[in-house]
Nanobody
């Protein structure tokens, strides 16, 4: 069993930056194959933002490519999302997620955090 705890959300003006963090708790957290960030805006479906696998390979949604960077500290079982040049359309609840097996680019994640709100004003 794995528990995911996010932090780092908040409010920022367009063009600003935020960094989200997610700590994975559990005795086997080190063996997770995939971790990722998803987001859901009011009235919209949840969408994938970025994923990273245990080898360090990452994927990004086209809407955030070049602005967001996903990284994983295996020693600390911590996932991060550095978000730069934020836009109002990035406003959403952001969720950390994890799964044991590949592929990483899927909606079918096993574990989910409670979410952290990101609000970007124009």
């Amino acid at each position: 069993q794995v528990q995911l705890v996010e932090s780092g959300g908040g409010s920022v003006q367009a063009g600003g930056s935020l960094r989200l963090s997610c700590v994975a708790y559990g005795s086997n957290a080190w063996s997770l194959s995939c971790m990722g960030w998803f987001r859901q805006a009011p009235g919209k479906e949840r969408e994938g933002v970025a994923t990273v696998d245990s080898d360090g390979s990452s994927t990004y949604a086209e809407a955030v490519r070049g602005r967001f960077t996903i990284s994983k500290d295996n020693a600390k079982d911590t996932l991060s999302l550095q978000m730069n040049d934020l836009k109002p359309e990035d406003t959403a609840m952001y969720y950390c997620a994890a799964r044991w097996s590949w592929p990483c680019r899927t909606e079918k994640y096993t574990y989910w955090g409670q979410g952290t709100q990101v609000t970007v004003s124009s």
